[in-house]
C-alpha cells in the first residue's frame, strides 16, 4: 500500500519534469540579456545564478562553505515534504517596492488584503495606487506601536525607511508621500555612475480629499543593517508555520556570538532583523527565506562585514583592558552605526532552507551577499550594484 506522501511526491514530480522541460526549451541566449542599446541605469535580467550573485568557493571561503551546521539540533517534523525537483532561479514575478506591515502577529487571514480594518487592506483598497511598479505588501510581526489612536508602523524596502503612524485612513498619502517617491528595487544606487533620478509625484496628481491630517506619517531609518524575512503563514502552509519559529531560533543561535542579533524590541543600530512575513508565493518550497543587504554591506565588506574570518577579527580589535588588567570590549555598536547607513542594495531570495543551512547563510550570504547552494535554493533577487535582476 503507497504511503501517505507517495501521492504528493509524484505530482511534484510530475509538475516539475513538465515546469523543467519548459523553462529549457525557452531561450536563453546568454548569462545576460543584453539590450541592443542599454540606457544609462537601465536593468539586466541575468539567466544564471552567478550572474546575480556569486557562489561561495572552497579555495577562496575555506572548507567549511561546502559543510552544513554539523552541531544544530534544530529539526524540521518527519513529514515535512516539499518540492525539491523544480527549478527555481528565474522564475518569480519582479516588485519594484516591499511593503511590510506592523500587526504584532506571526500568521494572518489567507489573503491579507481581506484582513478587514488592517493596514493590508487599506493599501490594497487605496485610491491612490503606485506608480513606481509593482509593490509587495507584507504582513508582519513588527510589533504595534502603544498609540491611542491605534496607528501602526510599516516597513518600506529598499528605503529601508520606517514610516510611524499608519493608519488606514492615511495610506493614500504613505502611497504618494513614501512608496512613489522613493527608491525602486530597479532604481541605481545613489552616487553611481549611471544612477538616474526617479521622478518625483507630483503634488496635484493625489486627491487631497483622500488623506487623512491625523496623525502625521513621520519617517526614520531602520536600524538594522541586514534583514532576514520568513513566510510563517500556516494559514496558507503548515510548513511555513512550522519552520520560521526553527530558522529563527538557529539564525538567532548563530548571530548571538557575533554581536549581530537583534529582538523584535531591540532597535540598536546595525546587527540582523529577523521577521516573520505573510506568504510570498512558493510554499511547496518551504522555507522561504528573503535577505535584504544594505549598500553598506557592499561597500564595505571586509569591515564587520563578514570575511570569512572578519568579523571575529574585527571584534578582536574592539578589545581593551582596563585600569585593573580586565579585558572589555568597546562599543561594537557604534562601529556597526557607522557601516549601517544606505538603501537596500541586494535582496537574495531563497528557498528549501532547512535549519542546518543556516550557519552558513548567516555567515556567507548575509554576510558576505555570496550564495551556497543557488541550483537548489535561490529563487532569484536583485543587485542594484550591479544593475542586475532575475527576472
Not at 539590450?35 to 579555495?59: C, N, Q, V, Y
Not at 540598536?268 to 510554499?283: D, L
Request: proline share 7%; with cysteine; glycine share 6%.
Amino acid at each position: 500500500m503507497p504511503s501517505s506522501t507517495s501521492k504528493p511526491l509524484n505530482a511534484y514530480k510530475m509538475t516539475a519534469t513538465l515546469k523543467n522541460l519548459y523553462y529549457k526549451l525557452s531561450p536563453t541566449a546568454s548569462a545576460f540579456d543584453v539590450p541592443t542599446t542599454k540606457k544609462p541605469g537601465e536593468f539586466i535580467k541575468a539567466r544564471t545564478t552567478d550572474a546575480l550573485f556569486p557562489s561561495t568557493d572552497a579555495a577562496v571561503d575555506g572548507d567549511e562553505c561546502l559543510h552544513d551546521c554539523a552541531t544544530c539540533t534544530v529539526k524540521y517534523p518527519r513529514k515535512f515534504t516539499i518540492d525539491e525537483t523544480e527549478e527555481l532561479f528565474g522564475h518569480v514575478k519582479g516588485w519594484s517596492t516591499h511593503l511590510l506591515v506592523a500587526t504584532g502577529k506571526t500568521d494572518w487571514v489567507r489573503d491579507v488584503a481581506d484582513e478587514k480594518g488592517s493596514i493590508m487592506e487599506a493599501v490594497d483598497g487605496s485610491s491612490v495606487k503606485p506608480s513606481n511598479g509593482k509593490l509587495m505588501l507584507s504582513a508582519s510581526n513588527i510589533p504595534v506601536p502603544d498609540h491611542s489612536d491605534h496607528s501602526t508602523t510599516v516597513l518600506l524596502l529598499p528605503a529601508f525607511k520606517l514610516i510611524d503612524n499608519v493608519t488606514p485612513q492615511n495610506t493614500p498619502s504613505l502611497i504618494s508621500q513614501f512608496v512613489n517617491t522613493g527608491p525602486t528595487n530597479t532604481t541605481p544606487l545613489p552616487g553611481h555612475a549611471s544612477s538616474v533620478s526617479e521622478p518625483s509625484v507630483p503634488s496635484d496628481s493625489v486627491d487631497p480629499s483622500s488623506a487623512s491630517p491625523h496623525p502625521e506619517l513621520t519617517s526614520r531609518p531602520c536600524p538594522h543593517k541586514y534583514l532576514i524575512l520568513l513566510c510563517s503563514q500556516k494559514t496558507r502552509d503548515a510548513r511555513c508555520g512550522q519552520s520560521a519559529p526553527l530558522l529563527r531560533k538557529e539564525f538567532e543561535r548563530h548571530l548571538r556570538p557575533l554581536g549581530l542579533y537583534r529582538d523584535l524590541h531591540d532597535e540598536r543600530p546595525g546587527g540582523v532583523g529577523i521577521y516573520f512575513i505573510s506568504h510570498v508565493g512558493g510554499h511547496k518550497f518551504s522555507a522561504n527565506v528573503m535577505i535584504y543587504r544594505r549598500t553598506s554591506a557592499i561597500e564595505r565588506p571586509k569591515e564587520l562585514n563578514g570575511h570569512v574570518n572578519g568579523i571575529d577579527e574585527a571584534l578582536s580589535e574592539l578589545k581593551v583592558e582596563d585600569d585593573k588588567g580586565k579585558e572589555v570590549v568597546l562599543d561594537v555598536n557604534k562601529e556597526q552605526a557607522d557601516a549601517g547607513d544606505g538603501e537596500a542594495a541586494q535582496c537574495i531570495w531563497l528557498a528549501r532552507v532547512r535549519p542546518e543551512d543556516c550557519e552558513n547563510i548567516i555567515r556567507y550570504t548575509v554576510l558576505q551577499g555570496k550564495v551556497l547552494k543557488p541550483e537548489q535554493q535561490l529563487r532569484g533577487g536583485f543587485d542594484r550594484s550591479k544593475q542586475v535582476v532575475s527576472w
